[in-house]
């Protein structure tokens, strides 16, 4: 099994849409969560970091189950710059960054 | 700030040939970790090092792969003989460790892409 993994994808969907993300993650003695965002031929982005309470940004909510070792991405009112690959990030013991395979993103007009 | 500056940003060579990647973390980053990105595989983690040391190196593919962390504020990841399926993109990233674990992130720099013919 695979230390973190996603939804394969690819999501199309329309503007305006709202897409959810899921990820598992293997090592129960992961502290650190992240979701990274990678347009095509660049550099993974921090787009948030995961808190225990879930949490918000802008049209972007974050939600972590510790117990089923489970992270969400929510994204609301779609638009075509959200397009990218979304990567779940963990991170064990707060030392290495094990990235999954990432879920593409593609929002259409 | 610059950001985490890599270099080569393009690299083509033959197999065989030696190749040796760059990277310069932001200033005050104490940790640095090397990743490599294919279709295939994603990003791998080579090896990441605290405080110039090396940490964890398991990632590291074979013998024909060594980094070195001479200093602070550079490192290197050089492939010797390269080869066909080492064909990737090579991404270095740092992080400033000791933070709370939400601000405890990776900076990326904007890669390495090596052909190997």
């Known amino acids: 099994r695979k230390e973190v993994e996603q939804d394969p994808g690819p999501f199309n969907v329309p503007e305006g849409a709202t897409v959810a993300f899921n990820c598992t993650y293997s090592?129960?003695?992961?502290?650190?969560f992240f979701w990274y965002r990678q347009d095509c031929r660049k550099e993974p982005k921090l787009l948030m970091s995961?808190?225990?309470s879930g949490n918000e940004d802008g049209r972007f909510t974050a939600q972590l189950n510790r117990a089923s070792q489970y992270i969400s991405l929510l994204i609301r009112d779609s638009k075509l710059s959200d397009s990218a690959t979304y990567l779940c990030?963990?991170?064990?013991?707060?030392?290495?960054?094990?990235f999954g395979p990432g879920t593409r993103l593609s929002v259409l007009p | 700030d610059a950001g985490v500056i890599q270099s080569p940003r393009h690299e083509v060579t033959e197999m065989g040939q030696e190749v040796t990647l760059r990277c310069k973390p932001i200033s005050g980053h104490n940790s640095l970790f090397w990743y490599r990105q294919t279709m295939m595989r994603g990003l791998e983690l080579l090896i990441y090092f605290n405080n110039n040391v090396p940490i964890d190196d398991s990632g590291m593919p074979e013998d024909r792969f060594s980094a070195k962390m001479p200093n602070a504020s550079f490192s290197t990841l050089k492939i010797q003989p390269s080869e066909p399926r080492d064909s990737a993109v090579y991404f270095c990233?740092?992080?400033?460790?000791?933070?709370?674990?939400?601000?405890?992130?990776?900076?990326f720099g904007a890669g390495s892409r090596l052909t190997v013919l």
């Open positions: 995961v808190y225990s």
């Open positions: 090592n129960s003695a992961s502290q650190s």
């Open positions: 990030v963990v991170s064990p013991y707060g030392q290495n960054f094990v």
């Open positions: 990233a740092s992080r400033q460790t000791g933070l709370p674990s939400g601000a405890n992130v990776l900076t």
